[in-house]
């Protein structure tokens, strides 16, 4: 009876730790797709006028970068006064954008920023980087993990 007990234990075990993978990227993914749905209906709750003017802000928010170099997000020191509202620009539901790449399914949130916290949850974006919204003369650096325990976000790439 022990014996028995022992093995159907190993094997609950064994299945635990082969599923676990496929179990917690299916969490992560779930998790992916509801912020997404959550900031697509945000936006679509938008004015134009609103989205108008949240795209006019990214724009001189980025016109405050041209010609710099991007430096370190980590380093103290004085930012202009724009970089001071990196944070409240292109937040809509505390996210920027969304990353699609069609080819290997996927589609992730942008957040501001590129903290541990963040690149679990999706794609960072580096502070300091132009914001994704395109143009002339832009530099957008966003950045992101793969192979995680906890999802596979970009390990297809």
């Given at each position: ?23 917690s990227n299916y969490l992560a993914e779930k998790n992916g797709s509801y912020a ?24 001189a928010f980025n016109q405050t970068l041209t010609g710099t170099t991007v430096q ?86």
């Open positions: 009876m022990k014996r028995m007990i022992a093995a159907l234990l190993i094997l609950l075990v064994g299945i635990g730790v082969l599923g676990y993978p496929a179990l997404l749905d959550t900031y697509e209906k945000a936006i679509a709750r938008q004015s134009k006028k609103q989205l108008e003017n949240e795209w006019a802000k990214a724009r370190d997000p980590f380093a103290d020191g004085p930012k202009n006064a724009a970089q001071n509202q990196y944070y409240e620009v292109l937040a809509v539901e505390k996210m920027m954008g969304k990353l699609e790449i069609p080819k290997i399914r996927v589609a992730m949130p942008i957040y501001h920023g590129t903290s541990e916290k963040t690149l679990t949850r999706g794609i960072g974006h580096l502070e300091g980087s132009s914001l994704p919204i395109g143009g002339e003369g832009t530099h957008c650096v966003l950045t992101g993990h793969t192979g995680l325990t906890s999802g596979k976000l970009l390990t297809d790439l």
